[in-house]
């Protein structure tokens, strides 16, 4: 064999050796974080904010690819269908749920290709009314919906967005009808309600702040368990009777199905320790969210309760993929 070819063989080999190696030599390569979103959007933003500190804590260089499209649906595809290795992971979120749960063949399973490893940001949704609406609280709101069926608009930046699945849920919890207009964007939108031409919306307490604060919205209630700190005097839906209306905004890092446990603890470990850090904490917060941290198992369990939760929603409005 000449030097080349051994050269070549060596080479081969060294690949080989690095695409088999053993969960106890991870990380050994290059890690990728999937966004599923085009670059400067809240889930870019979370991804490129654990980069830094992926890579110090684990010594390996991890990067950010943008895979946006179909409302996260391309990105989380790739990932679910990537080896299931620890070097491609998933910023994902409720939509990675909403947008499976969407599909009337979806091309993997949400419950088994897709294993979350932490969750560590969040936003509750804020019912919202515009100055034109007389409803002064959700009690009256629902009345005036029962009263007028089909009649008051509820606005969206999209089919398929939380913003748009906070707003079927509670019809759903309320037994209301009202008729769903979707806007191109987060920022048509909010114009929509300004100008009256929708009734309400439900829009991320960190976006809706700005506009509250100026009193061109009213906050009528928020889809979190308890109230948030930057709105205390506003009550939640399930302090008002309306159960089991929770929506969270959040973000956190997923892998494929069957990853090895030891990679998964790896990651669990070194996200654990980004999460404590108060700079880090810092900056999620400076994004007009919240620090939210579960670890595998709990991360797991609530998961699982998303799932059940968007794929009863999105069955039961008879919502599908445009």
């Keep these: 064999m000449t030097g080349f070819n051994t050269r070549v063989a060596l080479a081969a080999l060294a690949l080989a050796v690095s695409a088999t190696a053993s969960p106890a030599q ?3 390569r290059i890690i990728k974080i999937i966004s599923p979103a085009p670059p400067g959007g809240s889930t870019d933003i979370v991804a490129r904010l654990v980069q830094p ?10 990067i950010v690819e943008n895979r946006g499209g179909a409302g996260g649906y391309i990105g989380s595809e790739f990932v679910a269908k ?16 909403i947008t499976a749960a969407m599909r009337k063949q979806p091309s993997y399973d949400t419950r ?41 608009n509820v606005g969206s930046n999209g089919v398929g967005t939380t913003l748009h699945l906070s707003g079927e849920l509670f019809k759903l919890r309320t037994a209301t009808s009202m008729t769903h207009v979707p806007y191109r964007g987060w920022g048509d ?3 929509a309600l300004m100008k009256g031409e929708v009734d309400l919306m439900f829009d991320n307490v960190s976006t809706a702040l700005p506009n509250i604060t100026a009193g061109k919205f009213r906050p009528l209630a928020i889809t979190a ?22 929506v969270l905004s959040w973000f956190g890092i997923m892998v494929p199905g069957g990853t090895p446990q030891p990679v998964i603890d790896t990651l669990a470990a070194a996200f654990k320790t980004i999460a404590d850090d108060p700079a880090f904490r810092n900056l999620v ?23 059940d939760k ?13």
């Design 26 to 28: 991870y990380p050994n």
């Design 53 to 62: 500190g992926l890579q110090e804590r684990l010594k390996q260089v991890v």
């Design 82 to 97: 990537s080896p299931a290795d620890g070097y491609t992971l998933l910023v994902g979120g409720a939509f990675t749920t």
């Design 112 to 152: 088994k290709d897709l294993v979350p490893v932490a969750v560590f940001a969040s936003v509750p949704n804020v019912l919202v009314v515009g100055p034109h609406v007389k409803a002064a609280s959700v009690a009256e709101l629902i009345a005036d919906a029962k009263a007028n069926p089909g009649k008051r």
């Design 189 to 191: 939108c909010v114009l």
């Design 225 to 246: 368990s308890t109230r948030h700190r930057t709105l205390p005097d506003t009550p939640t839906l399930d302090e008002l009777g309306v159960k089991d209306a929770e």
């Design 285 to 307: 917060e400076q994004q007009g969210m919240d620090a939210t941290y579960y670890g595998p198992a709990e991360a797991a369990k609530f998961w699982r309760g998303e799932i």
């Design 310 to 322: 968007w794929e009863s929603t999105v069955k039961a409005a008879g919502i599908v993929a445009q």
